[in-house]
């Protein structure tokens, strides 16, 4: 079966760290783009962080740039997204997707898409 799966959410205090994961079944994400979003209660849709496939670059949102990286493991057919200094406006249900697309740029629709993990930054 072709899908994601996010884990790794759950509940921290400000300034605290997490780790997401976002794990694929019947494909290789190494073949590619990955990208992170976020959904805050009565906000948009946020695309907070992508990687691009085989080696490709990163880029972030302005409002995670030095806070948050985007990582992979081919091995594992995984990729992070390790969370640190989290404030309160990071809450949101994380969502990871998948293209098959080599660059971050462009408006290449996502092909598959995980079920979210929720965030929750509260003290």
């Known amino acids: 079966q072709l899908q994601l799966v996010e884990s790794g959410g759950g509940l921290v205090q400000p300034g605290g760290s997490l780790r997401l994961s976002c794990t694929a079944s019947?494909?290789?994400?190494?073949?590619?783009?990955i990208g992170w979003f976020r959904q805050a209660p009565g906000k948009e849709r946020e695309g907070v962080s992508c990687s691009g496939s085989s080696g490709g670059s990163t880029n972030y949102a302005d409002s995670v740039k030095g806070r948050f990286t985007i990582s992979r493991d081919n091995a594992k057919n995984t990729v992070y997204l390790q969370m640190s200094s989290l404030k309160p406006e990071d809450t949101a249900v994380y969502y990871c997707?998948?293209?098959?697309?080599?660059?971050?740029?462009?408006?290449?629709?996502?092909?598959?898409w995980g079920q979210g993990t929720q965030v929750t930054v509260s003290s």
């Open positions: 019947g494909f290789t994400l190494n073949y590619y783009n």
């Open positions: 997707a998948a293209r098959d697309h080599s660059s971050c740029s462009g408006y290449v629709p996502w092909d598959f």
